[in-house]
């Protein structure tokens, strides 16, 4: 069962009731962002070929996947002349400003309910979420990335658009999906990690497989460095 805690960013709002664990605080006391803490980041398999290159996909044990916009996209750093996409200069990229979110019609006015999430989209990789418009006018689409129920669009979005560029981890998540269990090791197929070295494939625990991997990256480095 999912219940509401207070917090500043929605995406952090959903936790599981039996999950009472307190982590440790560093040396520093200072926490890194929620879903860098409990979640674990992926890539969609092949994204490019259906526009959802460089969104991330954020995996949470609750079967919750919130979905948004890499500091890599294009958004931030490429623009369209009358053949193809050309890098922005240097201060093209400062200049960059979010201005505006549109939803698609499918999930603009979505209002979920009871434990069953009545009112949820049914989505896939490829559904269209939003249109995110630059300063410069230019509009970019962007896709649900898995299969699953949208439950929540991120309403901050609204009054503060820019929120995508400021804070993408935290409050400039785009949304939340939530995947059925009969769903999960499809959905999990279709992922990469965030840092390309292995995909879901034999998915056991998104967390667990990216801490392997990141062992073995880590052994490996220190290797080469012998």
Same mark, same amino acid.
């Given at each position: 069962?999912?219940?509401? &805690?207070?917090?500043?960013?929605?995406?952090? +709002?959903?936790?599981?009731?039996?999950?009472?664990?307190?982590?440790?605080?560093?040396?520093?006391?200072?926490?890194?962002?929620? &879903?860098?803490?409990?979640?674990?980041? %992926?890539?969609?398999?092949?994204?490019?070929?259906?526009?959802?290159?460089?969104?991330?996909? $954020?995996?949470?044990?609750?079967?919750?996947?919130?979905?948004?916009?890499?500091?890599?996209?294009?958004?931030?750093?490429?623009?369209?002349?009358?053949?193809?996409?050309?890098? $922005?200069?240097?201060?093209?990229?400062?200049?960059?400003?979010?201005?505006?979110?549109? %939803?698609?019609?499918?999930?603009?006015?979505?209002?979920?309910?009871?434990?069953?999430?009545? @009112?949820?989209?049914?989505?896939?990789? =490829?559904?269209?979420?939003?249109?995110?418009?630059? !300063?410069? @006018?230019?509009?970019?689409?962007? =896709?649900?990335?898995?299969?699953?129920?949208?439950?929540? &669009? +991120?309403? *901050? $979005?609204?009054? !503060?658009?820019?929120?995508?560029?400021?804070?993408?981890?935290?409050?400039?998540?785009?949304?939340?999906?939530?995947?059925?269990?009969?769903?999960?090791?499809?959905?999990?197929? =279709?992922?990469?990690?965030?840092? @390309?070295?292995?995909?879901?494939?034999?998915?056991? @625990?998104?967390?667990?497989? *990216?801490?392997?991997?990141?062992?073995?990256?880590?052994?490996?480095?220190?290797? !080469?460095?012998?």
């Amino acid at each position: 069962m999912y219940v509401r &805690t207070p917090s500043e960013s929605s995406a952090e +709002n959903f936790v599981d009731e039996g999950d009472h664990s307190s982590p440790v605080p560093p040396a520093d006391g200072k926490f890194p962002p929620f &879903t860098k803490r409990y979640f674990t980041e %992926w890539r969609v398999k092949n994204g490019q070929e259906f526009g959802a290159k460089n969104q991330y996909i $954020l995996e949470h044990t609750n079967r919750l996947f919130v979905i948004g916009v890499t500091p890599e996209h294009e958004i931030f750093c490429k623009k369209t002349n009358e053949k193809d996409s050309v890098d $922005l200069t240097q201060e093209e990229k400062k200049n960059v400003k979010i201005v505006n979110v549109e %939803w698609h019609d499918t999930i603009k006015d979505i209002q979920v309910s009871g434990k069953r999430k009545r @009112g949820a989209f049914e989505s896939n990789p =490829k559904s269209e979420i939003c249109t995110i418009t630059r !300063n410069d @006018g230019e509009k970019f689409k962007f =896709k649900a990335c898995v299969n699953g129920n949208i439950i929540e &669009t +991120n309403s *901050l $979005l609204t009054e !503060n658009p820019n929120l995508i560029q400021e804070f993408p981890y935290e409050d400039g998540f785009l949304c939340i999906v939530m995947v059925k269990p009969h769903n999960l090791a499809m959905v999990m197929k =279709k992922l990469i990690s965030e840092c @390309g070295k292995f995909d879901g494939k034999d998915f056991v @625990g998104g967390s667990k497989r *990216l801490g392997d991997q990141s062992s073995k990256r880590e052994r490996s480095e220190n290797e !080469n460095d012998d």
